[in-house]
């Protein structure tokens, strides 16, 4: 049998690559489609665990809209001009579509949001940071920012994202080469009398700089401005386009980027793809994973847990002021028992301290309505009735059920009063806590539970003290902060019942 032609060529020699198509505006259509599809999922994630308020999507959301806005305009007016155009005309019109289509965005905007899928405890992103200069004048606040693509890591991981290429960064190297041949004459001339001198000790060294290095010591400023329990955010450059061990040039920008002290993802070590329905779970931080076996229940939340408000469907009574009608809006849509206090209380030995229980008794005592009074009786032991006859009977009061691992009764307990496992830093949050706050989040923290509560004042005065005094992360207290608060639905002023 006679063996094909082959032009001297083996005949099991693999077929040489496809070549690489420039994407369509079409093509672009589509990506931008399922990344704004999978951020619209995720928005609705975000607020069904109530944290659509605290993670910051909203800047890059809108982007990516603006993006699908241009890629929807060029996709038709590309199939329009396709179905009209002569021969030449489509070539000058396709080619005009592709230079902008190739200067589109969305890569860049893709790999900011593979960065996200590949962390967690998302917190923000492309959100800007600043730093303050000493001398600084009014008015220059603005100059002195970094933009960090991706906060992450509950804000001690930041990362920006750079789509820089080897050439790209070769050629601001050698135009940074050319600015400064061409201003050395002049520099010379003011050396003779020491002018020039004078003015190179004053010039800012970033001038000797890259953009991609000025940027990044931009963020290592920014960064050092932020404090998280002492400490300050790591830095990660996403440079999926770069390439190392290539070029002498190129390792050594990112040598000096290393030496700043960030991390660096190059070509070698980028994310890969990721699929969005397998880390959706993951991409915030499950506050309830560190919660200890024991939880300090604050004041706040006994009176949440009893509440009208989050057993009942209330309707607002004309008497009702404009907190309360919130409350009746906020437990529409959020359901704070099955939604988050029982998920968070679950599987866990519940206490209070005696006086966050006695204020809470004096409180429902005074204007709570019937049900909550019973309620009362039942999350805090008032029977002699068993734990799971307590869920049952507490069934009865609620349009949600309890379940089985909720731990009832809430057992009270006595402070210490010495409370000597308490850090230094503890006596200058004492001295701005009231009475009972001092009960109980000194309570908890001497004790090593995790505090939980709604009383965002005292839990941001507790951080801002501790910011200053602290000097170790193991200083600060456990507090798991409730998004939402509810109080009692109480009585009409001047009723007696």
Known sequence: M?????????????????????????????????LLSELEAFKEYLKSRKQDHQVEIAHFRNTVKSELRTLQRLASASASATSTSTSDDENTTTTTQQHTVNSLNLPFLECVWGVVKNNT??????????????????????QNSALVDVVAGDGLEWFKVSLLTNNRLLFDKAKLGWEDASSSEEEEDEDEDG???EKEKEKDDDQDDVPLVKMTKDLVRAAKEVKIR???????????????????????????LRGLGVHLLTSSS????????????????????????????????????VSDFSHCSVSAEPWFHRALKRQVEIEDEENLLPNLLYPALANKKLVCTDEAARRMREIVDTIGTVGEKERTKLFMGDTSLSAHDLRKELEQQSRFEVPASLQLPITTQTPDETQPTLPPSAKAVKQHLTSINQSVFLHGWA???TTVTSNRTVVKQIENILAREAT??????????????????????????
């Not at 405890?121 to 603005?142: D, I, P, S, V």
């Not at 990660?236 to 190129?250: N, S």
């Not at 397998?278 to 847990?305: E, G, K, R, W, Y």
Request: a positive charge.
């Open 230 to 256: 002492t400490k300050s955010p790591k830095i990660t450059l996403v440079l999926p386009k770069l390439r190392e061990g290539e070029i002498v040039e190129i390792d050594r920008i990112l040598d000096q």
């Open 270 to 305: 980028a994310y890969k793809p990721i699929s969005f329905s397998s880390v959706m779970p993951h991409l915030l931080t499950n506050p309830f994973a560190s919660f200890t076996p024991t939880l300090n229940i604050d004041c706040t939340i006994l009176l949440a847990l």
């Open 447 to 449: 004790e090593g539970m």
């Open 195 to 197: 002018v020039g001198k």
């Open 2 to 34: 006679t063996e094909p032609h082959t032009n001297g060529h083996s005949s099991t020699a693999p077929p040489p690559p496809p070549q690489q198509l420039p994407p369509t505006a079409s093509n672009l259509l589509a990506r931008c489609q399922s």
């Open 472 to 497: 170790e992360e193991n200083e600060w207290p456990l507090i798991w902060l409730c998004p939402t608060a509810r109080s009692l639905v109480g009585k009409e002023k001047g009723r007696r019942d």
């Open 121 to 142: 405890g998302l917190q923000a992103m492309q959100k800007r940071f600043y730093w303050q200069e000493k001398n600084q004048k009014r008015g220059q606040k603005k």
